[in-house]
């Protein structure tokens, strides 16, 4: 009698515990607000992507990968869109974090985003492997 | 056998704390998949390609 009482509030715990893991909070106004941002930026950025001008780099932020590809007059408008877009994926894997309790979690959101933008990249793009930039 | 069942109870209890205290990494990849599906837009994969001629306008806004 007592045993099955026992053993109910046991699976009662992991089934909490498992139920608490399944998602990540991704819907806080911060996260919302840098999602649009970036969605907008991004038809600016893929025929740039497309071009092989700018790539996935292996740290979860964008890079000039082929300067010679953008116009030297442009250049420093391709420049500003790459910090704008990189300024607001780091602020992205710290609101994640944040949005979860756990800033320290930072690093490994931002890894993880690293290796999904790279996998989900579409061909043609240029993502950077082991060091060294890759042509889908 | 109470004390037994009490003993495994605790452990388990303090494995879910600190389990929730790593990173959870399958959860965050289907957070990463979701948003950049969004950023993205790969839902409708085909983008028109008049949206590409405007990159090389740059950004207007800095």
């Not at chain 1, 399944?22 to 941002?37: F, R, T, Y």
């Not at chain 1, 700018?54 to 590809?69: N, P, W, Y």
């Not at chain 1, 869109?81 to 994640?96: H, Q, S």
Request: with cysteine; aromatic share 6%.
């Amino acid at each position: 009698m007592n045993i099955k009482r026992w053993i109910a509030v046991l699976l009662l715990a992991f089934s909490s515990a498992l139920a608490a893991q399944g998602n990540l909070e991704i819907d806080s106004p911060a996260i919302a607000a840098l999602k649009g941002a970036m969605q907008q930026r991004h038809a600016r950025l893929a025929p740039l992507y497309a071009a092989g001008a700018v790539g996935q780099a292996a740290d979860g932020t964008i890079a000039l990968r082929d300067a010679s590809s953008v116009p030297l007059a442009q250049r420093g408008q391709v420049n500003s869109l790459i910090a704008a877009e990189n300024a607001d994926r780091l602020a992205l894997y710290r609101e994640i974090a944040r949005a979860n309790d756990h800033p320290e979690w930072e690093a490994d959101v931002r890894r993880t985003f690293a290796q999904r933008w790279i996998d989900r990249a579409q061909p043609g793009w240029w993502v950077q492997r082991g060091g060294s930039w890759v042509r889908k | 056998m109470r004390l037994a069942l009490a003993a495994v109870l605790l452990t388990t209890a303090t494995a879910c704390v600190t389990i929730n205290i790593y990173f959870p990494a399958a959860a965050a990849e289907k957070a990463a998949d979701r948003i950049i599906e969004e950023v993205w837009q790969l839902q409708e994969s085909s983008r028109p390609a008049a949206e590409a001629s405007d990159a090389a306008e740059g950004e207007s806004k800095q």
